[in-house]
Every structure is written in C-alpha cells, then in structure tokens.
C-alpha cells in the first residue's frame, strides 16, 4: 500500500507560481512512476507530468510547456511539481499518483495504482 498526501494548493494570481508537493507514505519509491495530474470540473483527468523515481527521467503534459516542472527529493520521498506563469485555466483539482512496477511511464490515469485525495489549485484573472 502506498498513501499520497498532496499538500501546497491554494488561491493565487494569474501569473504566479505555486510548488505542490506529495508525500509517500507505506512504501519506499524505487522503481515506480510518480505522476501528477489534473481534473477541472466536467472535464477529464489530464496528465500533468510524471517522473521515473530511480533515475529522474521526466515526462510533460502537452500543455506544460515549460511553466511546470516535475521533480522528486528521493530521502523525503516525495515528490513535487513547481508551476510558473500560471493561467487561469490551471484551476484544477491537482493530484499525485503512483504507477508501480519497472517500466515507463503512462499518460493514462486508469494505468496508475494509488491516488492522493487531490488538492486545489485555483488561479484568478
């Protein structure tokens, strides 16, 4: 079992930055995938980023585009995703999740195996 807690959501301006964080619980990370992604109300769980625990290999949603980065402090377990410029269509609820096993990482959410209970982001104009 592995428990997710996101933390660092919040209220902010168009333009700002904001840094989750994702702490693991249960379970050493080694080999997994950490994603993180994101759900606006009546749309789609979207992929955000994610990233290879043991070597830091990054991948990016097709919407990031440099404002957000991906990145994880292995001694803490935890990982966490810094977002920059952001926009008002980043409102979101924002969760981190973990996609167990060896092998690469997965845009779909169906594929991943534990869930945080997801924190919101939301940017006014």
């Known amino acids: 079992q592995v428990q997710l807690v996101e933390s660092g959501g919040g209220l902010v301006q168009s333009g700002d930055s904001l840094r989750l964080s994702c702490g693991a619980s249960?379970?050493?990370?080694?080999?997994?995938?950490m994603g993180w992604f994101r759900q606006a109300p009546g749309k789609e769980r979207e992929f955000v980023a994610s990233?290879?625990?043991?070597?830091?290999?990054?991948w990016d949603g097709v919407f990031v585009k440099g404002r957000f980065t991906i990145s994880r402090d292995k001694a803490k377990n935890t990982a966490y995703l810094q977002m920059t410029s952001l926009k008002p269509e980043d409102t979101a609820v924002y969760y981190c999740?973990?996609?167990?096993?060896?092998?690469?990482?997965?845009?779909?959410?169906?594929?991943?195996?534990?869930w945080g209970q997801g924190i919101q982001v939301t940017v006014s104009s």
């Open positions: 999740a973990v996609l167990l096993g060896s092998g690469i990482t997965s845009k779909n959410p169906r594929e991943y195996d534990y």
């Open positions: 249960g379970r050493t990370l080694s080999t997994e995938i």
């Open positions: 990233i290879k625990w043991n070597s830091g290999f990054t």
